[in-house]
């Protein structure tokens, strides 16, 4: 059976999923400044591509605008298109469960605090995808709040002192419980 998603509009965007939507409330969260599909571009064999959402002022080796994909599932034509994109760019799959964060020691600062424990790839049957493709590379990349607002691609061997973990924890929260029925705003957002 082939499902379909379901179109969610928010803060006057249309959207193409609700798992989209879901990451939009995050972005708003984190006050992320961020656009949704802001242009399609033709790639060199010629396919198009639109990408998501761009984030601007990414934080976390050197600030700079990202370009972001949102998959619930990514599948091999997913990734030629991004591999041919030639931008940064992060994809995202489901909103992670808060439920699994576990203290952890980050020896680097002497810092314990949250880590998320799950295999980003597939977990519990759920999709987590965190992967960043840039430079004809792959990177591991976790999506957080930066202290003072927007969006923190923390890399496991960053520093961790310009993390806001409460407000991630905050912001993956309202993402999770968004509802998008009968109106309905998360947060009280327009």
């Known amino acids: 059976m082939d499902l379909k998603p379901i179109e969610t509009v928010y803060k006057g965007y249309r959207f193409r999923s609700r798992l989209e939507a879901r990451w939009a409330v995050f972005f708003d969260a984190i006050d992320a400044e961020w656009e949704y599909e802001p242009e399609g571009y033709e790639m060199p064999d010629g396919t198009r ?12 080796r050197g600030a700079k605008n990202i370009f972001v994909e949102i998959k619930g599932v990514l599948t091999k034509n ?7 994109f030639g931008y940064p760019i992060i994809i995202f799959g489901q909103i992670p469960d808060i439920d699994r964060i576990e203290k952890h020691y980050v020896p680097k600062v002497g810092y314990i605090g949250p880590w998320w424990q799950f295999d980003f790839w597939k977990d519990r049957d759920e999709h987590f ?13 976790w999506p957080k709040a930066a202290k003072g607002g927007g969006l923190v691609l923390d890399y496991p061997d960053d520093p961790y002192d ?14 999770k419980q968004a ?11 327009r």
Do not use: C, M
């Open 162 to 175: 310009f993390v806001d973990e409460e407000l991630t924890v905050k912001a993956y929260t309202e993402a």
């Open 78 to 84: 997913d990734l030629h298109k991004i591999e041919q």
């Open 49 to 60: 591509y639109l990408p998501d959402f761009l984030i601007k002022n990414v934080r976390g």
């Open 129 to 141: 995808y965190s992967l960043l493709y840039s430079e004809g590379d792959y990177y591991w990349a």
């Open 179 to 189: 509802r998008f029925e009968h109106g309905e705003t998360p947060g009280g957002r």
